[in-house]
């Protein structure tokens, strides 16, 4: 099974499996250092951390940056390439949430198709949404090319406009081969997504050339895709803005908490493990905050580990970020009582001090982005960023007072609207 299938699975474990495996993106490949190799084995560069570089790279003339323009246009990325569109797209086939989070961003989340697993994923972008007046996310009857594994017949049948998917990432999924890839592209609709910048982790054998975007570098040319370069700027400075709020009052290195991001397993015996700081738009809600990162020396082979409670205590983190607990898959009320029911569990500062918080989801497009930016800052820093709300099982995000958000939620929903 594909790492990137593994933290879906984990995640719609009650639906689609009976075990919780909520692994990492893509292959393995970091060094100690940080740096990744690419497919040739060559090292690649990589863009700074999620920062607010504009991203799209619209090269033709006709292109006026627009919604619903009708002339032809090309935007450029990798793997990809230059990739030609005679209109805007009226149909997308995605499959990682980002990419339908990204649509809903630019007006245009109406034309999705398709998404892994979309009961749980929509109902958590929901969510979200749920703070931003007149923005919601219809994901009932969306196919789900989790369930059966990525299908070309189903490709076929769907005939989307545009495929937001890495080819590069297409071809290492069960039963494809590079041949389909381009067939899919030539025959049906144009790919275009970036999967492998998610951790920054190698392309397969083939790609060499290959390029790693911040999330928001990644937005921006989907931004272009869709001629929505306006509400793109417009939702990046809102961006900027929560950025800058957040480095400007972060605590001296020394004075920050000690944290882990983790996932407890099906049974309650053991963790699922990732990394805070390292590169990667996966990233892109933690890395912000420079939180000390008490598994920072785990070299993990494939971005994750798997750890059990006794070395959770080696560690003893301030604080816990569980990841999926916003979805509807786990209720924080029952893991932090089996946390500390555990004999070693229960000895962990974090359990004692009531500091195991519900995260969202890695695979977050710009809204989750901004949405769990700010959780993520006043679940570290509440003394800096204002306390934040306990998360209830099956409810939206918290109401937070006005003061005290770290973004503009009017500002957010009027540029999804087209009132920018």
């Not at 007006?107 to 919601?136: F, I, W």
């Not at 545009?162 to 890839?181: G, K, M, R, Y």
């Not at 920054?200 to 989907?222: C, H, N, T």
Request: aromatic share 10%.
């Amino acid at each position: 099974m594909h790492d990137d299938r593994r933290a879906f699975l984990g995640a719609a474990a009650a639906t689609l499996s009976g075990t919780v495996l909520a692994g990492c993106t893509g292959n393995s490949g970091e060094s100690s250092d940080g740096t990744t190799a690419n497919g040739s084995g060559s090292a690649t560069s990589t863009t700074a951390a999620d920062t607010t570089e504009s991203g799209g790279n619209g090269t033709a003339a006709e292109d006026t940056g627009e919604s619903g323009g009708s002339s032809s246009y090309t935007v450029t990325a990798s793997p990809m390439g230059e990739v030609a569109f005679d209109v805007v797209p009226e149909s997308a086939f995605t499959v990682f949430t980002q990419y339908p989070d990204m649509l809903v961003a630019l007006g245009h989340g109406e034309k999705v198709d398709a998404m892994y697993v979309p009961e749980m994923a929509g109902t958590t972008m929901n969510r979200y949404y749920e703070r931003l007046d007149g923005v919601s996310f219809d994901w009932e009857g969306l196919y789900d090319p989790l369930a059966d594994g990525l299908s070309k017949e189903r490709l076929l049948e769907l005939d989307s406009d545009v495929h937001l998917a890495d080819p590069a990432w297409a071809s290492t999924q069960n039963n494809w081969e590079q041949a389909d890839v381009e067939e899919i592209g030539s025959q049906v609709a144009p790919w275009f997504g970036n999967f492998y910048s998610g951790t920054q982790a190698p392309a397969p054998e083939g790609y060499s050339d290959y390029q790693y975007y911040s999330l928001w570098e990644l937005f921006g040319k989907v931004a272009e895709v869709f001629r929505e370069r306006e509400r793109f700027e417009a939702l990046n400075a809102v961006h900027a803005d929560l950025l800058s709020t957040v480095e400007a009052d972060l605590p001296p290195k020394e004075e920050r908490p000690t944290a882990v991001r983790v996932t407890l397993a099906a049974d309650d015996q053991s963790f699922y493990t990732y990394h805070l700081n390292k590169p990667g738009y996966w990233l892109a809600d933690t890395r912000p905050l420079g939180a000390n990162d008490a598994f920072a020396e785990e070299d993990w082979e494939s971005l994750w580990g798997t750890v059990d409670y006794e070395t959770m205590l080696e560690a003893d983190p301030d604080v816990i970020l569980h990841l999926w607990g916003m979805t509807p898959n786990y209720d924080m009320s029952s893991v932090r009582r089996t946390l500390a029911d555990d004999p070693v569990g229960g000895q962990l500062n974090a359990v004692e001090n009531d500091r195991v918080y519900a995260q969202g989801m890695r695979y977050q497009g710009p809204i989750m982005n901004l949405f769990q930016t700010e959780m993520t800052a006043k679940q570290l820093y509440p003394d800096v960023f204002g306390e934040w709300p306990r998360y209830e099982a099956g409810s939206p995000y918290p109401e937070i007072p006005a003061e005290e958000q770290l973004f503009d939620r009017r500002r957010v929903a009027d540029i999804v609207a087209g009132s920018n």
